[in-house]
Nanobody, 115 residues
Framework: QVQLVESGGGLVQAGESLRLSCAAS????????MGWYRQAPGKQRELVAQ???????NYADSVKGRSTVSRDDAKNAVFLQMNSLKPEDTAVYYC?????????WGQGTQVTVSS
């Protein structure tokens, strides 16, 4: 079993930056995929960014060039740096880890971007 706890969400103005953090604990396997999804009101959950244990990254087109996903395997943590935030980035952001045994999700952290 794996537990994920996100932090770093909040209310910011358009154009500002935010850094989300996620700490994982429990049975973390060496090979995994960590990342972030988000869900805006009335919309489906969508991928924001992900990073493999080998360091390969993947970004949604909507955040590409404005966001950077990174990980610290010594701390079992994943981060999402978001710059030039837009009102359409407003959503609940969920941390996740995908492993051979299962996928695990955090509780989510709210990001609100005001115009």
């Amino acid at each position: 079993q794996v537990q994920l706890v996100e932090s770093g969400g909040g209310l910011v103005q358009a154009g500002e930056s935010l850094r989300l953090s996620c700490a994982a604990s429990g049975r973390i396997l060496r090979s995994n995929l960590m990342g972030w999804y988000r869900q805006a009101p009335g919309k489906q959950r969508e991928l924001v960014a992900q990073i493999s244990s080998g360091g390969n990254t993947n970004y949604a087109d909507s955040v590409k060039g404005r966001s950077t996903v990174s990980r610290d395997d010594a701390k079992n943590a994943v981060f999402l740096q978001m710059n030039s935030l837009k009102p359409e980035d407003t959503a609940v952001y969920y941390c996740y880890i995908g492993q051979r045994d299962a996928d695990y999700w955090g509780q989510g952290t709210q990001v609100t971007v005001s115009s």
